[in-house]
């Protein structure tokens, strides 16, 4: 078994790989640039019609409103990435890495465009009258080549349900259990339980059930996660300045700050780029392909319109809350530092640092009932994406077969729960990374589709 892990550690640092973060950040560049980098112009736009009236009535074709549908997906990308991965980054990078996270976020908002308004315009109704959608549905109807088209979405459907059961099933619960232990003393099996017979409550009613938990639970996590990150930032205020300009030089030249030292963390610029970068890109998860799967469920009068409103999902994902987890960390002076046994402080021990030189003992309170939150909502948010999925590979008899799927959905909850996990953190990497590639060929086979799309609809956006 030792050596069955060791192998597929490897196989999960070749997979995310420099070639891989390279095709996706790529991608994004290419898009922004050939799409005259229109997705950027356009933020307000997206932002003020995210939160228009019209956003959050159901109109037209969709099971959901377009609000819902992207509070269903920020569900499941606002995650722990957010809290752990910006640490890891930040721990493995150097402050640095922060910078790299935030441009791979740019690119992202243009490829989590691109991949939301082409699942809106080649969605379909299944057998039970429900929409169905995402990256396999735009391989298989959109590519002029149906052969290698539904090859791809088939590879893309597969990879996607097996991702659910690790990055979107075991390991969050995992999250869960171990944040519930360390701050309330609760045993695992008993939070496992719990967290099992609730998804299972949640995803049972489909889409509907989804979207109402998300509405209710995304923004609260956000705001309450928000609001005690600031607090510890304004409790630091001093050392903003300095925290900032250390983030600003580290990222592009880490010698210029103590030779490139940090306490016990030795940083380069090779490293602040690929932990930056891979932290960024694991966050928001931007040409994964997964927020797509959730888009087509809105109700929706134009996909390019649809598509802006999905790009916010990366923009609060990225540019705002884990800009805020980086500036917690290196406004409070813990980066580097070591426990009373001498030990570096990373992963949560270190975020819990940060916040408690502000909120004290409560800070650890704070990251964990973060961590709860934001790991539960990533929970029954991609148990939408495999659903899709697996309905996807089961047209036939799409009812059963989502049944059985939310069944088992909900008992690994509890094996997550309860489990050591490493194994299987490292399989679902190579999910994930799997998931990216048959998406990120589709997004550069429709590249031009895609501009055609853009730019019809501008006029649109001028004319208001």
């Known amino acids: 078994m030792g050596q069955f892990s060791e192998w597929v550690s490897k196989i999960d640092s070749f997979v995310w790989g420099p070639a891989t973060l390279i095709l996706l950040v790529g991608t994004g560049l290419y898009l922004t640039v050939y799409l005259n980098f229109l997705p950027w112009r356009n933020l307000v736009y997206s932002f003020k019609e995210t939160f228009s009236k019209e956003a959050r009535k159901k109109a037209g074709k969709g099971d959901i409103s377009a609000f819902s549908s992207l509070m269903a ?3 499941a990308t606002i995650g722990t990435g957010n809290i752990v991965g910006v640490t890891t980054a ?3 990078g150097g402050p640095g890495a922060l910078v790299w996270m935030l441009i791979s976020a740019c690119f992202g908002l243009t490829t989590k465009f691109a991949e939301c308004m082409l699942s809106i315009k080649y969605r379909e109704v299944n057998e039970n009258g429900e929409i169905a959608g995402g990256p396999m549905y735009v391989m298989k109807n959109a590519f002029k080549n149906k052969t290698f088209g539904k090859i791809l979405a088939f590879f893309f459907a597969v990879f996607t349900a097996l991702a659910t059961f690790g990055i979107g099933n075991m390991t969050q619960a995992n999250s869960v259990s171990s944040a519930v232990e360390v701050a309330f003393g609760v045993d695992t099996r008993i939070t496992g339980l719990m967290i099992t017979v609730l998804t299972f409550i949640i995803i049972i009613g489909g889409i509907k059930s989804i979207s109402k938990a998300s509405d209710f639970l995304v923004p609260i996590m956000a705001v309450i996660y928000m609001l005690g990150g600031l607090i510890v930032i304004i409790g630091n ?3 903003v300045p300095q925290g900032i300009s250390q983030i600003l030089t580290m990222a592009f030249n880490p ?4 030779g490139g030292v940090l306490g016990t963390i030795t940083v380069s610029f090779a490293n602040a780029v690929r932990y930056g970068i891979a932290r960024g890109c694991f966050s928001n998860e931007a040409g994964l392909g997964s927020a797509a799967i959730t888009a087509p469920s809105g109700s929706s009068e134009d996909p390019v319109k649809h598509g802006y409103i999905f790009m916010m999902d990366v923009f609060f994902d990225t540019i705002i809350i884990c800009t805020i987890t980086g500036l917690v960390l ?6 580097g530092t070591t426990d009373a046994n001498g030990v570096a402080l990373e992963g949560i021990p ?6 408690s030189t502000v909120l004290g003992s409560f800070g650890k ?3 964990s009932i973060g961590i709860i939150l934001f790991a539960f909502s990533t929970i029954i948010g991609w148990e939408y994406h495999g659903e899709k999925a697996v309905e996807y590979l089961f047209r036939k008899n799409v009812g059963k077969s989502v049944l059985i799927y939310r069944f088992i959905f909900s008992l690994i909850v509890y094996v997550g729960a309860t489990t050591t996990l490493q194994l299987v953190w490292n399989i679902s990497d190579i999910m994930n990374a799997l998931m990216a590639i048959p998406n990120l060929i589709s997004l550069l086979v429709l590249s031009k589709e895609i501009k055609n799309e853009v730019l019809r609809f501008q006029s649109t956006i001028e004319s208001n």
């Open 73 to 75: 997906a920020s569900a």
């Open 90 to 92: 930040m721990y493995a």
């Open 237 to 239: 205020i001093s050392n």
């Open 330 to 335: 290196a406004s409070s002076g813990v980066l």
């Open 365 to 367: 309170y704070a990251v």
């Open 350 to 355: 270190l975020i819990t640092a940060a916040f």
């Open 255 to 258: 010698k210029a700050v103590g």
